[in-house]
């Protein structure tokens, strides 16, 4: 096995030219929505033998120790751009407060607890709850993690920026909850639509303040949308609430050379037309073979957007090695056979996926164009 590579070479122009379809690759270039903190771990510790250090609340010093680790797991892995996103625990992110269940972990490097979405009624249930709510601000938002980042990364790597959930997500997730806002959908629509508004302004008005940002390639938001036949509410509510602030962010990016990907869970179907045609997305992130293998969403929209990750999580999870490289060189055939295509898990790099089953699909993708 070839991964961790001695001698990267992140291209993150090249990387860029192929995402929007304008160049043929001369590798296969690598992406993910999400590598969990405790596989960053791991591969620090048992595969490049550095040592890890923990980040504390306020110590910049141990912070940027951090860092330096996912940057050079990101670079040895092979990658381009860092994406930290907010899950990152001290990553410039707009925190939105809320509730949720908490459980026991059970994964493979298992963190001391799991926290799951409530989906009951959420914090906002009426006006007076609205105007209540501590809605975050994002003046006093503190970039010094991208910064970092720009003047840490190695030669050609670049900086993908998600500043916190999705749109859907945090109203449905967070705020209203996904029964309450059911109700309220028809009960209070305009307290809904003040939710979306404000939901979406935050987070305009903070992509607004990465702009001009060394390094950043664009902005790769996360907002699940969808389950495993359907969209988690209509497409009518998604193109009156929701889209409009993608398509938002999107024009932003545009405006300033930026890309804008879309990770999304689910069956987007009924509103792919929407997020190329009027939200402009660049490309689409996270698939399932069980609604749409990646080799098929290739050949449908390929021409139009690009396609980032695709490898499914359970199968990254479950084959054994060899069925699980031809299983990555299956879809490497069917679609790296023009341009347009990134690979990466289906979803993201979780702490219960094998991270020896991880190295080998990093090392199909390595080995597929130099045979």
């Known amino acids: 096995m070839n991964i961790p590579l001695k001698n990267p070479a992140p291209d993150v122009d090249e990387l860029r030219e192929v995402i929007l379809r304008r160049r043929k690759p001369s590798r296969v270039h690598v992406a993910e929505l999400h590598i969990d903190e405790e596989v960053v771990k791991y591969i620090t510790e048992k595969i490049l033998n550095r040592k890890w250090v923990e980040p504390v609340p306020e110590d910049r010093k141990t912070q940027e120790a951090c860092l330096d680790n996912n940057i050079e797991v990101y670079y040895r892995l092979g990658f381009d751009c860092v994406r930290l996103g907010s899950a990152f625990r001290f990553s410039a992110n707009i925190p ?23 989906e009951g009624r959420g914090v906002i249930g009426s006006w007076e709850d609205f105007e209540k709510y501590p809605w975050p601000s994002v003046e006093s ?32 997730n967070k705020l209203l909850g996904y029964e309450s806002f059911s109700f309220l959908l028809y009960d209070e629509p305009e307290l809904v639509k003040a939710v979306f508004d404000r939901v979406g302004q935050i987070i305009y008005n903070g992509y607004r303040q990465v702009i001009g940002l060394e390094k950043v390639v664009g902005f790769f938001q996360g907002d699940d949308m969808g389950f495993k036949t ?32 879309l990770h999304s869970c689910g069956n987007l179907e009924a509103i792919m037309e929407d997020l190329i045609e009027e939200v402009k997305i660049d ?29 499914d999580v359970d199968k990254l999870c479950r084959l054994e090695e060899k069925a699980l490289r031809l299983y990555v060189r299956n ?32 090392d199909e993708g390595l080995n597929y164009l130099s045979k």
């Open 96 to 118: 939105f407060v809320s509730f949720s269940r908490v459980g026991e972990d059970t994964a493979n490097l298992a963190r001391k607890e799991r926290k799951w979405t409530e």
């Open 141 to 172: 938002l503190d970039l010094w993690p991208f910064e970092y980042l720009s003047k840490n990364l190695p030669e050609g790597m670049g900086i993908w920026v998600c500043l916190t959930q999705g749109v859907l997500e945090l109203v449905l």
């Open 230 to 261: 359907s969209t988690l509410v209509s497409p009518a509510v998604l193109r009156e609430y929701v889209l409009p602030w993608h398509k938002r962010f999107a024009e932003l990016a545009h405006e300033h050379g930026l890309l804008y990907v």
């Open 283 to 311: 490309a689409k992130h996270s698939f399932e073979d069980t609604i749409m293998p990646v080799a098929d969403f290739k050949k449908k929209y390929g021409n139009r957007i690009g396609v980032i990750g695709g490898v």
């Open 331 to 362: 879809i490497l055939d069917a679609c790296m056979q023009d341009t347009g295509y990134v690979l990466g898990s289906g979803n993201s790099v979780a702490n219960y996926v094998p991270v020896e089953n991880y190295l080998v699909m990093l």
